[in-house]
């Protein structure tokens, strides 16, 4: 869009900095600055306009966009043309990810680079390497207290190790995604020694006060993100003699994105990754980018202007890697992290659907799918180009991201429900097999979250000690459920790095004084890799599993209408153990039912009453599970579904599985 304001600053902005790339080929970064500055240049004004130093701060960012443009290497810069080019790329069923520690999957990234063999065997080809930037040994929050945003923590390797990976990644067509912490540095970062040192520009970097008047006032409104560990939202700093603004940890400070500084800063290092290879960013704690008095400092609209300048920065400079938003907010908010002011995605292509994997668990501890169904209607539509994550278990502990409006609605008293979920999991409660552990337990209302694995959550690890056949049987068909839903659901299947080999709870850490008060550790394991080799041995619980979803995945890349581009339509059902939804074919090919039992015993289903529009279920001599390439169970027009059974069922048309898209 031509503006005579933005243009004319744009001008003089290229007079200054052209001449110290003459000899540099900048025809596309050329094509993409003059196609997005206006866009940039109103976001910047509306977070920095009033400065008399506006120009001049404008001009640093486009100076950081332009060198980090020169330093990318030819190879990725065509991968930004192809990008460009097929611009629904990551929409593709074709994507199913895992996120895991680099140092608890293998020992360091050279381990990691020796194991790609077992991701092409699951059918990975997105793989998410949790925090390897610069940390202190003790003060690391896993990871998320970064002191150096350009190093690699040595206990993982260095940044050759992490580009002879990403080499052979790029060349097996697997994705890399990296996070970088976005929000706050570690206290031993060198922006924070600097202010300790007394620097006037480096104390602008963070929010400090010499008093407690200031930090008071935001106290007022401010939630706690760790009540028992870290209460409140400032720390005292001996050293500077000044109130820190710490909205987790003690020893993470907050950055001040009020000072432009800090953004460019943050351009950089942003850009810096993408030049390493890095196909994904994941932005952390993305929600918290702007503080105000007087609010929660949660979904400011500030920081999501932050997020649009981060997303038109790499539009010019970088435009194919994308953006995951670490955002775990209620689903009216989580959605704005896609861009709601933009027909396409103009913040984060991708973001957690953290909600839907909340009421998964629901629905395991209740073995209904009332509040599933329920809570799933109230999800906003998300923009066409973008798309979810769907995850059963991820590095984090598990909140209970539903309304209680949603609760209610499903039947249940919010309080009491809430009260329920929290003892079934911890295992409090009378006949629960689950050992989840308490995390972030808040003693002013009893509040909490939950840590544990997957296996251990659903109840495998108290069947495997029992040496329960049945029960392991049974528990392995819930497991399989689950990830059944994440691989059709609509977006990228993320499963979680031991899941599919069946890791239990790892009880070790409360051996270790840096991690024993945080049951997070629980389920961020070291991963056992004679117990992984059992994948290959028939009979095992690692081979039932791992093959299991083998062929879940492998399926799933050759279905269309899996491919995210808001084709899905959840279905009403009379039975409310079932949950179930239409996936329609983009290429006009025949949808797809996906429809899952998440009660215990058997259940059923009348075709002749299921209104499954605009599926046809009306040809039951038709129907195949594309998941089992067999016809599903059918007696006298009814579907019969066994206990924690699914079905992805079409019209028998004998799809070639090998590659083909029906």
């Not at 003459?22 to 240049?41: C, E, I, M, P, V």
């Not at 890095?278 to 997020?307: C, M, P, T």
């Not at 075709?607 to 040809?619: A, G, I, R, S, W």
């Not at 579907?639 to 069922?649: A, C, E, I, S, T």
Request: proline fraction near 4%.
């Amino acid at each position: 869009m031509y503006e005579q304001l933005s243009h004319s600053i744009l001008n003089e902005i290229l007079d200054d900095l052209r001449p110290q790339f003459k000899d540099q080929d900048l025809t596309h970064f050329y094509t993409r600055l003059g196609a997005n500055f206006y866009s940039l240049f109103s976001l910047f004004q509306k977070l920095y306009g009033r400065r008399p130093d506006f120009k001049e701060q404008l001009l640093k960012l486009v100076d950081v966009m332009i060198r980090q443009y020169i330093r990318r290497s030819p190879e990725l810069k065509a991968v930004d043309l192809a990008r460009e080019r097929d611009f629904n790329w990551f929409l593709d069923s074709k994507w199913v990810g895992m996120p895991l520690y680099a140092d608890g999957f293998a020992d360091d990234l050279k381990d990691l680079h020796q194991k790609i063999d077992y991701f092409t065997e699951l059918g990975i080809n997105l793989i998410h390497i949790m925090p390897i930037l610069q940390c202190p040994r003790n003060a690391s929050d896993g990871g998320y207290a970064v002191s150096d945003y350009r190093q690699i923590n040595e206990k993982v390797g260095n940044l050759e190790d992490l580009q002879d990976l990403v080499k052979t990644m790029r060349e097996r067509d697997i994705l890399l995604a990296l996070d970088i912490v976005i929000n706050h540095t570690s206290n031993e970062h060198e922006w924070a020694e600097k202010a300790r040192q007394g620097d006037d520009k480096y104390q602008k970097y963070y929010y400090m006060f010499d008093n407690r008047d200031i930090p008071d006032m935001f106290e007022k409104n401010l939630p706690e993100v760790f009540p028992e560990t870290s209460p409140g939202n400032f720390t005292w700093d001996e050293k500077l003699n000044k109130w820190v603004m710490t909205v987790f940890n003690s020893y993470q400070w907050d950055l001040n994105y009020q000072n432009p500084s800090v953004l460019i800063e943050m351009v950089d290092i942003l850009l810096f990754w993408g030049n390493q290879g890095v196909d994904i960013l994941r932005l952390d704690a993305v929600a918290f980018l702007w503080k105000k008095i007087g609010s929660y400092s949660q979904n400011e609209k500030e920081a999501h202007i932050i997020l649009q300048i981060f997303k038109d920065c790499y539009q010019i400079t970088a435009p194919g890697v994308i953006f995951i938003a670490e955002a775990i907010v209620a689903p009216v908010e989580i959605v704005k992290y896609f861009g709601e002011d933009a027909i396409q995605a103009k913040e984060c292509e991708i973001a957690y659907n953290a909600t839907f994997m909340a009421l998964m668990w629901d629905a395991v501890a209740t073995k209904n799918a009332k509040l599933l169904t329920q809570g799933l209607k109230n999800i906003p539509q998300k923009l066409e180009r973008a798309t979810w994550l769907n995850y059963i278990r991820c590095h984090d502990d598990i909140g209970l991201g539903f309304t209680d409006d949603d609760i209610a609605q499903a039947g249940y008293d919010p309080l009491s429900h809430r009260d329920f979920l929290i003892k079934y999991f911890s295992g409090q409660f009378e006949g629960t097999d689950a050992r989840g552990l308490l995390f972030g337990q808040n003693p002013k209302n009893n509040d909490a979250r939950i840590s544990g694995t997957l296996t251990s959550l659903i109840g495998l690890e108290t069947a495997l000690e029992e040496q329960n056949v049945e029960k392991i049987d049974l528990l392995v068909e819930h497991i399989l459920l689950l990830h059944s839903m994440i691989c059709s659901f609509g977006g990228i299947p993320l499963i979680y790095y031991g899941d599919e080999i069946g890791t239990l709870n790892d009880y070790s850490y409360m051996g270790n004084l840096s991690k024993a008060n945080d049951t997070r550790w629980a389920h961020r394991p070291k991963i056992n890799w004679k117990k992984a080799e059992l994948r290959k041995v028939k009979g095992t619980l690692e081979n039932q599993i791992f093959t299991a979803l083998q062929q879940m995945i492998r399926v799933r890349k050759s279905i269309a209408a899996f491919s995210d581009f808001n084709n899905r339509l959840l279905l009403n059902l009379e039975n409310e153990h079932l949950f179930a939804f239409v996936r329609t074919n983009p290429k006009r090919r025949k949808p797809v039912l996906v429809i899952g039992n998440f009660a215990s015993t058997y259940q059923y289903l009348n075709l002749d009453t299921f209104d499954c529009y605009p599926f046809d279920c009306t040809q039951r001599d038709l129907l195949l599970d594309l998941y089992s390439e067999k016809p599903p169970e059918i007696f006298d027009k009814q579907l019969v579904l066994p206990p924690f059974g699914f079905y992805w069922l079409t019209e028998d048309e004998r799809p070639n599985f090998d590659g083909a898209i029906f």
